[in-house]
């Protein structure tokens, strides 16, 4: 599988039981409009060395690979999957405008 252009995608571990129902929801929440949303393991490893990352990686969070080719890794890429997400896109903004719920 490749990673599309102008396309969002969420990587998550598919071996992990508590990764994959987390990624049922977010596929649930999205309603196939905005993101991919696969296992890191359906792409080959030179698939994902273009944007800096690698299957070990992968292993330890997820990781979005937005439509402009960056890459969020674990809770940040949470962020910007909410915040692409209305009315979720409020609540990450109401916790990055008060610096002490980052902790």
């Not at 070990?56 to 937005?66: D, F, G, H, M, P």
């Amino acid at each position: 599988m490749r990673i599309e252009a102008r396309r969002d995608h969420l990587l998550f571990d598919g071996d992990c039981g508590v990764c994959s129902w987390a990624a049922e929801v977010a596929k649930r929440m999205d309603h196939g409009r905005g993101f991919i949303i696969e296992p890191y393991q359906t792409f080959d490893e030179t698939e994902l060395a273009r944007f800096g990352i690698n299957y070990e990686k992968c292993s330890r969070a997820l990781q979005v690979i937005t439509r402009n080719g960056r890459v969020y890794a674990g809770a940040f890429g949470v962020n910007y999957f909410l915040w692409r997400r209305v009315p979720w896109s409020l609540a990450v903004l109401f916790i990055y405008a008060i610096p002490p719920l980052l902790l």
